[in-house]
């Protein structure tokens, strides 16, 4: 998105309007970007394009964090007209001490896995945030939580799949919703209140969803193996709920502070992001610097055009905001 020099308006003029809008392309952007023409699928109408949000935290008239999230579909569903797959979602506990995120990925194979996500996203993000108003987050039994969220989706697939004619249902097991309905997640808890400048978050991940620290000078950090990144390649397999990972996942704890960003991410832009050293991750790091002014804006960020890269794309990203 770039906004060109408009011309001076003349005394006595009124302007009728100003501004412009261009995608964002980083290298190559293939024939893809310019040629598809979206399609909608036409057995969800109520599952939209895409999704944004920006907002602020505060505590009384304090600003504490600045969030901007989008899940924006990609080339590929977008040209086949395939629902989006990816989702976000998001809450404050009660006492207003943590935001608890989720990020998920649908499995593309399940032509029902964005139900799955859907279902990780927010009916995940609501029992966390009442877990959290009794148990401190270094406290939680995340292999406890990530197998009751592995149960819902099991359940939920059983009742979506009764009565078709392709599965039978009093033969219905777990692999077979799996094969409708699965989806990676992240779950990540960020405490609001800061020590000596610094928010702790812990961060939960089944799949290949990742989650990174934007580190001041534009630096991407890591919080887990990098995938694809030489020896520390994440399984071919992706791991995916509703079938639980072989051991219980281990939360990664980090701490972001004003000039940093906490980024949680869909394979769909942690794909073209890499190890971020590369172009994407310095075009990024540019962009994200600072929260960008809107939603629109971050959406815009998110989908930018670059060759090969064609997955739905979901991002939610947390700057702290100084307090001097």
């Known amino acids: 998105m770039a906004t060109p020099e408009t011309t001076p308006v003349q005394p006595g003029t009124e302007a009728k309007w100003q501004g412009y809008v261009e995608p964002f ?6 024939r893809a970007a310019a040629g598809v023409v979206p399609l909608p699928d036409e057995t969800a109408w109520d599952r939209k394009d895409t999704v944004l949000d920006a907002f602020a935290l505060r505590d009384g008239r304090t600003r ?24 976000y979602g998001f809450r404050r506990t009660a006492d207003g001490r943590y935001l608890v995120i989720c990020v998920a ?8 896995s964005h139900k799955a996500a859907m279902l990780v996203t927010r009916w995940g ?48 097991d777990l692999r077979d919703v799996a094969h409708k309905l699965a ?18 978050a812990h961060v939960v991940t089944v799949g290949d969803t990742s989650a990174w620290v934007l580190r001041e000078g534009g630096r991407w ?15 071919a397999s992706v791991h995916a709920l509703p079938l639980p990972p072989a051991t219980d996942p281990v939360p990664v704890r980090t ?27 310095r075009f990024l790091a540019d962009v994200w610097a600072r929260p960008p002014a809107s939603g629109v804006e971050f959406a815009a960020q998110i989908g930018f055009a670059r060759k090969s890269f064609d997955d739905d794309r979901t991002v939610v990203a947390v700057w702290p905001v100084s307090q001097r």
């Open 25 to 30: 392309v980083v290298g190559d952007p293939g």
């Open 64 to 87: 504490l964090v600045e969030v901007r999230a989008a899940s924006v579909r990609g080339l590929a569903h977008r040209a086949y007209g395939r629902v989006r797959q990816d989702e």
């Open 105 to 112: 990925d649908g499995v593309s194979s399940g032509e029902l």
């Open 125 to 172: 993000t609501k029992w966390l945030t009442g877990l959290l108003d009794r148990t401190e987050p270094a406290d939680l039994q995340w292999g406890q939580f990530v197998r009751g969220v592995a149960t819902q989706i099991e359940k939920y697939g059983r009742k979506l799949l009764r009565g078709r004619e392709d599965i039978d249902a009093e033969k219905c």
């Open 183 to 200: 989806t990676t997640v992240l779950y990540a808890v960020v405490d609001l209140r800061a020590v000596d400048g610094a928010h702790t």
């Open 221 to 235: 950090e890591p919080q887990e193996a990098v995938k694809n990144d030489g020896a520390e390649v994440f399984s």
């Open 255 to 281: 701490t972001i502070r004003a000039g940093e960003a906490l980024v949680l991410m869909t394979d769909g832009i942690g794909d073209p992001l890499g190890q971020g050293t590369g172009p994407v991750g």
